[in-house]
């Protein structure tokens, strides 16, 4: 049963460490997304990428988040420093792009940072 | 004002009612519906996924797309306690372009 991958699954750290987020993406789906989700905001687009390539990450707060695809098989979140607004379960989902498009959830990293 | 609106809710119901969810949008470039359902603590999964107008039926399961309207729905017909849930709507315009969610509306179905 082909899903997508995510670690670690709950991570609390202190205010101003580095945090990183993995995710193996469902093998053959060429699109990774990066989305975070708040009660307040819903799910929120941070970054996605085609073929490892970066698409947008317009989304993302560009001096503290980074987002890598160091291969086909693994995605990277990182934020460095940490803040307590960055406080909210970020999921990672994979697709096979063209026009009938589907994206499939991992399980998600709930962060919490104090 | 977002692209796309979801009344986040709750909605509470008695078992065995016909429930409705339903999303309005602006963008009208946006041509692919879906229908994600969220449990506690899990990720999204898909549910249903249509492509323009129209009806599509899947079991207890029916998605309705109104493109004139700007506006999408899901019914549910006899819902069970295992709908109970957030559902959350998704759309895209096609082609690479990103998928943009609504906030969910959570359903609660009451045995």
């Known amino acids: 049963d082909a899903r997508v991958t995510q670690t670690p699954r709950d991570k609390v750290t202190e205010m101003g460490q580095e945090v990183t987020m993995r995710c193996q993406p469902i093998?053959?789906?060429?699109?990774v997304f990066w989305y975070r989700q708040t009660m307040k905001q819903g799910l929120e687009l941070l970054a996605y990428?085609?073929?490892?390539?970066?698409?947008?990450d317009s989304g993302m707060p560009k001096d503290r988040f980074s987002a890598e695809m160091p291969d086909a098989t693994l995605a990277t979140l990182k934020i460095q420093p940490s803040e307590p607004r960055d406080s909210a379960v970020y999921f990672c989902a994979s697709g096979l792009w063209g026009g009938d498009t589907q994206a499939f959830f991992g399980q998600g990293t709930r962060l919490t940072v104090v | 004002q977002k692209e796309v609106e979801q009344d986040p809710g709750p909605l509470s119901v008695p078992e065995g009612a016909i429930v409705s969810l339903n999303c309005t949008y602006s963008n009208s470039a946006f041509q692919y519906f879906m229908w994600y359902r969220q449990y506690s603590r899990k990720g999204p999964e898909l549910l249903m996924y249509t492509y323009s107008s129209g009806n599509k039926e899947d079991g207890r399961f029916t998605a309705q797309v109104d493109k004139s309207s700007k506006y999408i729905s899901l019914f549910i017909r006899d819902s069970q306690p295992c709908d109970s849930a957030t559902f959350l709507c998704?759309?895209?315009?096609?082609?690479?372009?990103?998928?943009?969610f609504g906030t969910g509306t959570k359903l609660q179905v009451i045995p």
């Open positions: 093998l053959g789906h060429n699109t």
């Open positions: 990428f085609r073929n490892r390539a970066p698409l947008d």
């Open positions: 998704a759309m895209h315009s096609g082609g690479y372009q990103k998928v943009t």
